[in-house]
């Protein structure tokens, strides 16, 4: 199947902005229709699916860079090795944010009980920090 620039874009939940700017600097591959339009296809996405991983575990675009320009050499141990390291580098950045969203989460579901208790008139609203005590200090 082909795509268009809107189409692509869509697809991915990016804008077509980002998707010119990732074929300008020769990170996803595409080809040119009879009126010089980007025409992405099924290769497109392979690309446009590693890129977006990529980009969601925090990896820098020279990263990304690198690690498509790897891909696309000749297969040797040291190609491989080195897309490993890629790999393996944002594989810890991945974690590093699902420790940071899991912290994030614990810390909003004691907030939403603490509501959950002045709304239910448990205990007084003491969230509003004009309503502190004056020996309260941060």
């Known amino acids: ?8 874009a869509d697809l991915f939940q990016t804008t077509e902005h980002t998707v010119r700017y990732y074929t ?7 080809r040119r229709d009879g009126g010089n339009r980007r025409v992405f296809d099924e290769e497109s996405v392979r690309w446009m699916r590693g890129i977006t991983c990529l980009k969601r575990c925090g990896a820098p675009i020279k990263d990304i860079q690198r690690y498509c320009e790897l891909c696309q050499l ?9 897309r490993y390291e890629i790999i393996l580098n944002q594989r810890e950045k ?9 912290a994030a989460l614990e810390y909003m579901e004691r907030k939403v009980m603490h509501y959950e208790d002045i709304l239910a008139g448990r205990i007084p609203d003491d969230t509003n920090p004009g309503r502190w005590p004056q020996d309260v200090t941060l």
Not at 1 to 8: A, P, S, V
Not at 24 to 30: E, K, R, V
Not at 74 to 82: G, H, I, K, V
């Open 94 to 102: 991945a974690r590093q944010k699902v420790v940071e969203a899991k």
């Open 24 to 30: 300008d600097i020769q990170l996803l591959p595409c």
């Open 74 to 82: 000749e297969e040797s141990d040291e190609n491989l090795r080195a």
């Open 1 to 8: 199947m082909n795509y268009t620039i809107k189409q692509f």
